[in-house]
Each structure stands twice: as C-alpha cells, then as structure tokens.
C-alpha cells in the first residue's frame, strides 16, 4: 500500500488535477464509470439513499452523520468490489469449483420510475418490489447488480463465506483441486448466512437505538419544534408508516386517512420509547 485515504480524501483527489493521486484515482474513475453504465444497461438498480453514519464517543452521546453512497470515491470502490466478485463466480463456474453463488430475479421498475419522483416514496416502492437474494451452489444471474453471475469474496475480515471463498480459490490456484466439496461449501454459506442475518438483525437495533438517543436529546428541535417526514404508506387500521426528511429513518404514527402516500407532513416528536426501540411522533396541523 502506498496511502491510506478516506473516501473523502480519494473524492477530493479524483477532482483536484494537481493532487498527487489524481492521475491513478481519476483512470480508476472513469473505469469505473463505465462499468457501472454497463450494469445499468442490464438492468441493474440503483438506490442512491444516503447512509446514516452513527458513532458513540466516551461520552455516550451519539452523533449522527449523512453519507452520500453516490461520491465517485465510494462508487468506485462498490464498482470494482462488484467487478471482482463477478469474475470470481465467472471463474469457478468455468472451472466447476464448488462455490456459493448470490442470485436475484431482475427487478421491474419502470411504472415506478415513471410515476413516483425521486425521494423516500420511491425507495421504498422500489425496495418493496425487489426480490430477496438468494444463495445457491448453482451459478445464476443477479439481475439487482446487473452481472451473469456473482459470489461474495470481497470481505473476508467481515464475512466468514466470503474467507472460505478465497481459500476455495487459492487452493485451486495452487494445486488445481478446491479445497471443499460442493456440499461443505453449501452447509457453510446456509449456516453463515443464518449468522450474518442474526448479526444484521442486531446491527439494527443497535443503529435504532442509538439514533432514538440521539432524537431524544432533540425533542423541540425543528422550526417551531416540528419535523417533516414523508408518507410511505397510510392505511386503515394501522399507523401509518413515514420517513424523516432530514435522516433515513422509518417509523409509524398515527395519521389523518387524507394524507396519502408521498405527501409531506408536520410532526412533534412527544417521546421516545427506548425499551421498544419506538419514537412518538404526533401529526401536526401546523405548517
């Protein structure tokens, strides 16, 4: 490694010419690009809702902060990840090495796209709609990422497939025979998939919980102590599901039957419910 740079740092050096990586991030770049125009022409999709970074210092007051996953820094990197996972499974099915393949049926968005402006409302119609992924030894196309065929091999630190993938690899690389059987290969992958779901699962609650801390500490925030969120989804006999606008964030009041799906509404936060991991919003008629 000749430098360790944040993503900020490498967004900030693919757009500055005289920067002493400019000329190697800003070739990464523009291959980069392209690739990922090429997925899209097959389909693939792309949700550009932006990531809620939550950290918790000595103190124990959390700070929330918004990234955006579309930077050309972090497009570049998800780009080459994509790339390199699909040339792994493109390998091992061309030298029928046991592997654990990720697949999904392309998705179909076209009436959304035409109809349901860019925001909250959209990303959430469109991730409805999205099938599962799902994981086989059997290579088949992942129509979410646009590719053939696609493993999980990139993150080794973090995923325990993802390790026995690369061994899976290395081994045949270096004495032309896989390391597990078709069958270890699948037993690992569906009991680490199971793992990595719990582990997400957990992730989650403690983003949520951490998050309600932080609005807990801002109940009158807002102009006249009000926050705006977007209307996901306003049925009978249940609270309607919205979406702040100022953070990523889903959660359920109750609201009139005539706020529909995409309006923008007013609501005073009154609570927040850390045990159940809920906040209290009241909808608001003040504008």
Known sequence: SAASLTYEEAGRAIDNATHEWHDVLSSLDRVGRSLRSKRLKA???????????????????????????????????AEFMILFNSLMAEFCRREQIPAAYRSQLN????????????????????????????????????????????????????????????????????????????????SVAQRAEVQLRELSRLEEYRRRYWFLKFLSERLDSGPNGLWEAVVLDNQARRPALLELREYPFRFRAKLPPSEVAGAVVMLRLHGIDLWRRTAQFIHSTVA
């Open 107 to 186: 998705p179909v968005f076209k009436d959304i796209e035409e109809s349901v402006p860019e925001g909250p409302l959209r990303h959430y119609l469109m991730s409805r709609r999205l099938a599962p992924a799902e994981l086989n030894t059997t290579p088949s196309a992942h129509g979410g990422l646009g590719v053939a065929s696609y493993i999980q091999a990139t993150s080794p630190l973090r995923r325990y497939p993802d390790l026995t993938m690369q061994r899976q690899i290395s081994s045949f690389l270096d004495s032309g025979e896989p390391q597990y059987s078709q069958k270890e290969i699948a």
């Open 43 to 77: 389909g693939a999709l792309f949700l550009e809702r932006p990531e809620m970074i939550i950290e918790v210092p000595a103190s124990g007051k959390g700070e929330v902060r918004l990234v955006a996953r579309s930077s050309s820094a972090r497009q570049m990197v």
